[in-house]
């Protein structure tokens, strides 16, 4: 069995290997009524670097922790693809989606923690 935190830093990794940009680490584990434990946020410029990140989380989680998201939901059109792990969830936005949804500021009493970009 995977540890959430594994889960987080794999996700992580698949995003910044496709250069994924505005990782942000949502931490639920406090908040009433959350869906999980954890949000992984990130945006892609476009539909098709957000299909590829995503792509690359699935492909990085399964090959490391040997796990496979339970539901992955957004992949026909890419503006936002949301991956469920059960502990984590993994948001892979377009910069307008994320801005219209705006998943940080809806859990702004959570802690939130921002990954660097890659250059």
């Known amino acids: 069995m995977n540890t959430v935190n594994e889960l987080v830093n794999t996700a992580i990794?698949?995003?910044?290997?496709?250069?994924?940009?505005?990782?942000?680490?949502?931490?639920?584990?406090?908040?009433d009524g959350a869906i999980c434990q954890y949000f992984v946020v990130c945006e892609g410029n476009n539909p098709q670097q957000t299909e590829a990140i995503a792509e690359s989380v699935e492909d990085m989680i399964r090959i490391e922790l040997h796990d496979k998201p339970t539901h992955v939901v957004?992949?026909?059109?890419?503006?936002?693809?949301?991956?469920?792990?059960?502990?984590?969830?993994?948001?892979?936005?377009?910069?307008?989606?994320?801005?219209?949804?705006?998943?940080?500021?809806?859990?702004?009493?959570?802690?939130i923690e921002e990954i660097a970009d890659l250059d």
């Open 13 to 31: 990794k698949g995003i910044q290997e496709k250069k994924g940009k505005g990782i942000k680490i949502i931490d639920l584990t406090e908040m």
């Open 74 to 111: 957004g992949t026909e059109n890419a503006q936002w693809i949301a991956m469920d792990y059960v502990d984590v969830m993994v948001h892979v936005f377009i910069p307008e989606a994320r801005e219209f949804y705006n998943l940080e500021n809806l859990w702004q009493d959570a802690p």
